[in-house]
């Protein structure tokens, strides 16, 4: 599975912005998605993740109630709407796959993924 992660950009404080994040090589309805980001001098941490069906969400309290994961299989694609943005949301953002179907707390974990997008770059300014 290949990943292409894009829509990234600069953004004022309050705004949005989507994240898309494109599979080829091999369908991936049968993979859990999971988005991380990285800042600068961090380490990276889980964003959100989602079920195989796209049934199961989950996100972390730091983006639980403006940012929202959701999927299109038909499309090979997986979103990250995210609103509301705070300086602190500036972040590399990279999505990834892991070959189960429902998330798990492993999902919480980017060492549990096997497969990772190239990552896009989210600034956003005060």
């Known amino acids: 599975v290949q990943l292409q992660a894009s829509g990234g950009g600069l953004v004022q404080v309050g705004g949005s912005l989507r994240l898309s994040c494109a599979g080829s090589g091999r369908t991936f309805s049968g993979y859990v998605m999971g988005w991380f980001r990285q800042a600068p001098g961090k380490e990276r941490e889980f964003v959100a993740t989602?079920?195989?069906?796209?049934?199961?969400?989950y996100h972390a309290d730091s983006v639980k109630g403006r940012f929202t994961i959701s999927r299109d299989n038909a499309k090979n694609t997986v979103y990250l709407q995210m609103n509301s943005l705070k300086p602190e949301d500036t972040a590399v953002y990279f999505c990834a796959a892991r070959a189960v179907r429902v998330p798990s707390s492993a999902c919480l974990n980017p060492i549990h993924y096997t497969y990772w997008g190239q990552g896009t770059l989210v600034t956003v300014s005060s």
């Open positions: 989602i079920s195989w069906a796209g049934t199961r969400k």
